[in-house]
């Protein structure tokens, strides 16, 4: 992940934890150099093993121009080795998002997640520009010109108090847009270069379960979901199995390195500040990076559960949720649960019946069609992977069900 210009945006929402520019960027954007950009994905597609993953960010990462994406792609294919799957997503607000970068979009299969916080009254209520202006027009105005050129995009909407409880206003104008693909973080009040200072969160973990129960409600559509909202996504993938996807809820945060516009190297963008630091791209290899003690004691964080973790009937939908939402004791390193501990306990608690009702249809409709594609029809033996593709054996997974 790749802060694109460090913090300039030509937006001023005031709940941002990365920006600081108020919505006027200078005159010159700071994007990144050219030889740092060419010495890491040289260094990166040289260990790429087949995949290479790249997520620009911002501020807003549109405003590096875009013959300065040109050049990342030219310089992807450049160094890419035979047969390397190259993905790129980006996350803006989609007020700059015009025709050409549309095109440019498609031609090169970017996905993009937009920033969006519901209707035009619940959107402009935050997401400004410099003189207070709402931006909802342009971004529903950037959203058409992806649509014209089918590019895949995503609804990425900040919850805070002014749309918390409006959970089926939210859902109404997803679909009323068609816009089927949908991802909440909750809005918290902190800055990411100040790590060390606890985050002040809008709204209550009472406030965000009922969201997510509410939302969870119109989402589940009698055990039919339409809309693919990335919460339940993550849930329902354990339900089947699996691990969830998404970072809070995973056994272990990612092997993954955050860069500012300047080359220097962090864990998480929620831990960027110099004592995370664990390098710079530009002098550093990417293994020195990975190795440094600073990511060593970063991936010790998740799995230091706190003690009400450890015995959490919930344990494998939440894993002691972000790290960065829990108050630590830095000397011992403990820490007390994440700050919305509640908020899914409330929803693992409402939901569990209908997900476990959801969760076996799925997996009945997996395991039928991939036992007649990948198995003849014919049902494995106990030791051998399960039909269903969860990547467990036969014997712990369907066969323990039936």
Known sequence: MWKTVSEDCNLACDYCYYSTCGGKPGPKINRID?????????????????????????????????????EVVYRQALHAPPHTGISNSLQTNATLINDRWAAFFKTYNFLIG????????????????????GSFDRVMAGIEHLRRHQVDFNILTVIHKDNVGKAKELMAFYRENNFNYVQFIPCMDFRSQQVDEPGVFEITPREYGDFLCAVFDDWYNDGDPQVS????????????????????????????????????????????????????????????????????RFHRMKPALPDKCRSCEWQRLCYGGCPRNRKWNQESEQADPDYFCASYMQIYGYAHDRMQELGNKVRK??????????????????????????????????????
């Open 34 to 70: 050219s030889a740092i950009l060419d010495k890491f994905i040289k260094d990166y597609m040289q260990r790429s093993q087949g995949a290479s993953n790249f997520a620009w960010q911002g501020g807003e990462p549109l405003l590096a121009g875009l013959e300065f994406f040109e």
């Open 114 to 133: 937009v920033s969006l916080d519901g209707p035009k009254e619940l959107h402009d209520s935050r997401r400004v520009n410099a003189a207070g202006k």
């Open 229 to 296: 909202v990335r919460f339940f996504d993550n849930m329902l993938s354990v339900y089947v199995n699996r691990e969830a996807e998404l970072c809070i809820h995973h056994a272990a945060c990612p092997t993954s390195l955050v860069l500012e516009q300047n080359g220097d190297a962090f864990p998480c963008d929620f831990f960027i500040n110099e004592k995370w630091k664990v390098g710079n791209v530009a002098s550093d290899s990417i293994d020195d990076m990975l190795s440094h003690p600073n990511y060593e």
């Open 365 to 402: 409709e997996l395991y039928t069609h991939h036992l007649q594609r990948y198995f003849d029809g014919k049902t494995p033996g106990r030791n051998e992977p399960c039909p269903c593709g969860s990547g467990k054996k036969y014997k712990v997974c369907c066969a323990s069900a039936s």
